[in-house]
């Protein structure tokens, strides 16, 4: 049972750039997120997800895009990366709303 | 108004010595709440939750919410090196998603 994993774990963008981060999870939780945490801050909310199929705006959304074709898996795309967007990204998932979230590795992302 | 605040800190305290952390909120009707660890450099994990007002306890740990004044703790007994670290209040907020506090770093001194 491996959880949460994430990839890449470190990767450097240039301005305008695309790439996609990887979530995968074997808990079979229908609940899937994604955050970021800029130093020294708490986790930000991007998008999250009910279920395969279902996702849903969080409080920074603006520059990413989301899907869920399957239970499984909740890869998060950043279109035309911008320095702003430097940061640790965090995917999540949990059995409900409001309930334990299990938490990823993460991924450092540095847009320059 | 922040959702959720929490003091930054830095805070240090002596090992054995209890660790009290602090968070408020600003959403009375928030139900959820829960205290994360997280480690330099590594991903937010759970020590514990609670949803009733009063204590509950798990090893070391105490958490302690009072809704009526919004706010929730988390008590570290016998403060250990280990327990260094980065801790984050998370509060159930509008669509049930969970609101992070920004986290105060604990130092336990040897």
């Known amino acids: 049972n491996a959880g949460v994993t994430q990839t890449p774990k470190f990767r450097i963008l240039k301005i305008g750039q695309s790439m996609t981060l990887q979530c995968t999870q074997d808990m079979n939780h229908n609940y899937m997120y994604w955050y970021r945490q800029d130093p020294g801050m708490g986790l930000k909310l991007i998008y999250y997800s009910v279920g395969a199929g279902i996702t849903d705006k969080g409080e920074v959304p603006n520059g990413y895009n989301v899907s869920r074709s399957t239970t499984e898996d909740f890869p998060l795309r950043l279109e035309l990366a911008a320095p702003s967007q430097t940061s640790v990204y965090f995917c999540?998932?949990?059995?409900?709303?409001?309930?334990?979230?299990?938490f990823g590795p993460g991924t450092r992302l540095l847009v320059l | 108004q922040k959702e959720v605040e929490q003091n930054s800190g830095p805070l240090s305290v002596p090992e054995g010595a209890i660790a009290s952390l602090n968070c408020t909120y600003s959403d009375r009707g928030s139900q959820s709440f829960f205290w994360y660890r997280q480690y330099s450099g590594k991903s937010p994990e759970l020590i514990m939750f609670i949803y009733s007002n009063g204590d509950k306890e798990d090893g070391r740990f105490t958490a302690q919410l009072n809704k009526a004044s919004q706010y929730v703790s988390l008590l570290i007994r016998d403060s250990q090196p280990s327990d260094s670290a980065t801790y984050l209040c998370?509060?159930?907020?509008?669509?049930?998603?969970?609101?992070f506090g920004s986290g105060t770093q604990l130092t336990v001194l040897p």
């Open positions: 999540a998932s949990s059995l409900g709303l409001a309930e334990t979230q299990y």
């Open positions: 998370a509060v159930e907020g509008s669509a049930r998603q969970l609101t």
